[in-house]
């Protein structure tokens, strides 16, 4: 008892960043997530559920304000339900962002997802509202969500159920997106439109 009392004295005394260090590695490892490479995560990454969370290489994870400022979340959540799965891929950058799912959230390669984002398979609760003040509620809306190759999701936005962004395309920051976005184009707005094509 003595040496745990200690151990958590210690914990205390060590500097923010060690000990932001120190939590996410042991939330890491003790948890479901599999990692190709140890991101470089700066801040405490909060991870919640008991679903299946993949990270790829090269990955990098701002959870903490003094890491970036914009947006309105100051810590990176991911929240994996039970039988549903959340994979990132090579070469993402992720600050300050939520990704909650109950079914699958994919992130493909070279993406980059700003500050506040908000990325959501489900819709948490039922539209009827018998069902959703029920002690259960069973009539959740839920479908994957799919963010491919090249995507940049810019800061406070929100990317609903069921919705794939194209490879190369940008969301324009504060936007709700809630339909597909196809390949190289800029959207945005609440709902999301489209704005312009992206001549790569």
Not at 99 to 126: A, P
Not at 139 to 166: H, L, P, Y
Not at 171 to 190: L, Q
Request: proline share 2%.
């Amino acid at each position: 008892m003595k040496i745990i009392a200690r151990f958590i004295l210690l914990l205390f005394k060590l500097p923010r960043f060690l000990f932001a260090k120190i939590y996410n590695f042991i939330s890491l490892n003790a948890s479901v997530v599999n990692y190709k490479t140890y991101p470089v995560i700066t801040g405490k990454l909060i991870i919640k559920g008991e679903g299946r969370i993949s990270i790829g290489n090269n990955v990098i994870i701002n959870s903490s304000l003094s890491a970036n400022p914009v947006g309105l979340a100051t810590q990176t959540v991911l929240f994996a339900y039970q039988n549903s799965e959340i994979i990132i891929g090579n070469n993402v950058g992720i600050s300050n962002a939520l990704l909650c799912s109950m079914e699958q959230i994919i992130i493909e390669d070279d993406i980059r997802i700003g500050g506040g984002v908000q990325i959501f398979d489900n819709d948490f609760h039922s539209v009827v509202y018998k069902q959703r003040i029920a002690v259960v509620d069973t009539d959740i809306k839920i479908k994957s969500v799919r963010i491919k190759k090249g995507a940049f999701i810019g800061c406070n936005s929100i990317i609903g159920k069921g919705v794939t962004v194209g490879e190369r395309s940008i969301v324009a920051a504060g936007s709700v997106v809630v339909k597909n976005i196809p390949d190289d184009e800029i959207w945005g707005g609440n709902p999301a439109i489209f704005i312009k094509k992206i001549e790569n």
